[in-house]
């Protein structure tokens, strides 16, 4: 735990200095009591650079991805069941498709379309995109309902689309920073791995009234018309104030351990740090899950799966093969 300064103990909590030693593949959720701030800090290494070496994507595809993982492990990294968080685009953009799938606690899988032929240099994350949607879905197992959040992409990235889903869905002032790099390197062992971080910030005060937000425009006021407005808060505007500061290079830097750079932020208000939560790179799927999934098909269409005496299925996420028999696959 850190405070003002790392020497000194503030109303009884503990306090030390920040660890200097950098830890990948964890989300540090941390607090900032201060100014009524919550929020969690992402990085991730060779999780990454396992999930997108899996494919081999173009660099900004893999990019793109990339971005979507962060973001995924920022938001269902609080989940507080053993549930599955899933984030899913469909647009009409280069990438066409992407798919994130957090298993709580810890297990993380991804995948990616896109059409080699759009794809051109230069291209953000928006033009990526394109225009079409976002999903967010909780599912929370077996006999319970989903929940699934919906926001429209026009064209901007995804830290856009999170600042417009907590704006409509969850009316929670937040602040989402993403990035993305190819890290290289020399000497033995691997040149070229991917490296993300990520942070979001939310404003959670005690007293509602403090949270509150203006009215959503509703599009069609006519011409001239008063719009409802609230300041903000001025906490809030400090928090977002500081995370507008972080640098992609300070998300990213494998020298640069997350306590550092939180305390960086947030020393001068002081900042309190909880453990890590570890995230590993492991897909769900299985010989058991794939037989399964065959023998919910239809008849016709399992018997047009045979092909060379043999039914062949890759898993999209981490393109492990199964091969099974007409028999084991229930083709009559």
Same mark, same amino acid.
Request: glycine share 8%.
């Given at each position: 735990?850190?405070?003002?300064?790392?020497?000194?103990?503030?109303?009884?909590?503990? *306090?030390?200095?920040?660890?200097?030693?950098?830890?990948?593949?964890?989300?540090?959720?941390?607090?900032?009591?201060?100014?009524?701030?919550?929020?969690?800090?992402?990085?991730?290494?060779?999780?990454?650079?396992?999930?997108?070496?899996?494919?081999?994507?173009?660099?900004?595809?893999?990019?793109?991805?990339?971005?979507?993982?962060?973001? *995924?492990?920022?938001?269902?990294?609080?989940?507080?069941?053993?549930?599955?968080?899933?984030?899913?685009?469909?647009?009409?953009?280069?990438?066409?498709?992407?798919?994130?799938?957090?298993?709580?606690?810890?297990?993380?899988?991804?995948?990616?379309?896109?059409?080699?032929?759009?794809?051109?240099?230069?291209?953000?994350?928006?033009?990526?995109?394109?225009?079409?949607?976002?999903?967010?879905?909780?599912?929370?197992?077996?006999?319970?309902?989903?929940?699934?959040?919906?926001?429209?992409?026009?064209?901007?990235?995804?830290?856009?689309?999170?600042?417009?889903?907590?704006?409509?869905?969850?009316?929670?002032?937040?602040?989402?920073?993403?990035?993305?790099?190819?890290?290289?390197?020399?000497?033995?062992?691997?040149?070229?791995?991917?490296?993300?971080?990520?942070?979001?910030?939310?404003?959670?005060?005690?007293?509602?009234?403090?949270?509150?937000?203006?009215?959503?425009?509703?599009?069609?006021?006519?011409?001239?018309?008063?719009?409802?407005?609230?300041?903000?808060?001025?906490?809030?505007?400090?928090?977002?104030?500081?995370?507008?500061?972080?640098?992609?290079?300070?998300?990213?830097?494998?020298?640069?351990?997350?306590?550092?750079?939180?305390?960086?932020?947030?020393?001068?208000?002081?900042?309190?740090?909880?453990?890590?939560?570890?995230?590993?790179?492991?897909?769900?799927?299985?010989?058991?899950?794939?037989?399964?999934?065959?023998?919910?098909?239809?008849?016709?269409?399992?018997?047009?799966?045979?092909?060379?005496?043999?039914?062949?299925? *890759?898993?999209?996420?981490?393109?492990?093969?199964?091969?099974?028999?007409?028999?084991?696959?229930?083709?009559?």
């Amino acid at each position: 735990m850190t405070s003002e300064s790392p020497d000194i103990k503030t109303r009884g909590t503990p *306090t030390r200095a920040p660890s200097a030693v950098p830890v990948d593949d964890a989300v540090l959720p941390f607090e900032v009591d201060a100014l009524d701030l919550r929020g969690r800090l992402t990085r991730l290494g060779p999780a990454l650079d396992d999930l997108l070496a899996k494919h081999d994507y173009p660099a900004p595809v893999g990019k793109l991805l990339g971005e979507a993982v962060v973001l *995924t492990t920022l938001l269902g990294s609080s989940l507080k069941f053993d549930g599955r968080f899933i984030l899913q685009t469909q647009t009409d953009g280069p990438v066409s498709f992407l798919i994130v799938d957090f298993q709580a606690p810890d297990r993380l899988r991804a995948y990616a379309r896109f059409d080699a032929k759009r794809l051109k240099d230069g291209q953000d994350s928006g033009a990526l995109l394109g225009k079409g949607h976002l999903a967010m879905t909780i599912d929370q197992g077996a006999d319970m309902s989903r929940y699934q959040g919906l926001v429209a992409l026009e064209g901007g990235n995804l830290e856009d689309a999170a600042h417009e889903y907590f704006l409509r869905s969850e009316q929670i002032p937040t602040r989402v920073r993403i990035a993305v790099g190819e890290e290289w390197r020399g000497g033995a062992g691997p040149k070229h791995r991917w490296r993300a971080g990520g942070m979001l910030l939310q404003f959670l005060p005690q007293a509602a009234e403090r949270a509150r937000r203006a009215d959503l425009h509703p599009g069609d006021a006519p011409e001239g018309s008063l719009t409802h407005t609230v300041a903000e808060d001025d906490a809030w505007v400090e928090g977002q104030s500081l995370i507008s500061t972080v640098e992609d290079i300070e998300l990213i830097d494998p020298d640069l351990s997350g306590e550092r750079l939180l305390y960086r932020l947030f020393h001068e208000r002081g900042v309190r740090v909880f453990r890590p939560l570890a995230l590993h790179a492991q897909c769900s799927c299985s010989r058991e899950a794939v037989s399964a999934m065959l023998k919910s098909f239809a008849p016709k269409d399992r018997a047009e799966m045979v092909k060379d005496g043999k039914v062949v299925v *890759t898993c999209e996420f981490c393109s492990s093969v199964y091969q099974f028999t007409p028999h084991e696959a229930g083709v009559e």
